[in-house]
């Protein structure tokens, strides 16, 4: 049987940790951030585990952490993935075993105007700009849509307007 989970995948700066918060509020459902565990577990920021231990190490810390999750029975929860989840083909199974896979999805300007004050993304540091956004959504779109059974574009929607369409179309 189907979890009744949501796992929300796609770049930076779409709306994932605002959609949760949304389904949170309004739905009573549980919100697991992926990068916030990691963060918890590792005791030190996604930046810090990037610069001192490297993608690699981080990448591999996310499927521990999809592993560790797909152990346990959870349900009314919506999963929020960072934004390179999707590299690591290995994830994919276990992204689908958690729940409904949802790609959100903007156009690198919509991006780049929801994160350009951010300085806390350690792919776009000192690097911060629509060519730059653009290239990681290229490199990353066909894993995203290998990994998604569902996209919803965000681009010039409300949060309420991307997270009703989200659970119509999950069926939630």
Not at 28 to 57: M, N
Not at 103 to 116: C, F, G, M, W
Request: net charge neutral; proline share 3%.
């Amino acid at each position: 049987m189907m979890k009744r989970n949501i796992v929300l995948i796609g770049p930076m700066g779409v709306g994932k940790s605002v959609v949760a918060d949304y389904l949170k509020e309004h739905k009573g459902w549980a919100v697991i951030d992926t990068d916030a565990e990691i963060e918890k577990k590792e005791r030190r920021s996604i930046q810090e585990i990037f610069s001192e231990l490297g993608e690699p190490y981080f990448r591999g810390l996310e499927r521990s952490l999809l592993e560790e999750l797909n152990q346990h029975n959870i349900s009314n929860t919506v999963f929020s993935c960072g934004g390179g989840m999707v590299l690591n083909p290995a994830n994919i199974p276990l992204m689908n075993q958690l729940g409904v896979v949802v790609n959100l999805t903007a156009t690198p300007e919509t991006i780049y105007q929801r994160i350009k004050e951010d300085k806390n993304r350690p792919l776009l540091n000192d690097n911060l700009n629509i060519g730059r956004i653009r290239e990681l959504l290229e490199k990353r779109q066909k894993y995203s849509e290998k990994a998604s059974t569902i996209k919803v574009e965000t681009d010039g929607k409300t949060i309420e307007e991307i997270s009703e369409e989200l659970l119509k179309r999950t069926g939630f």
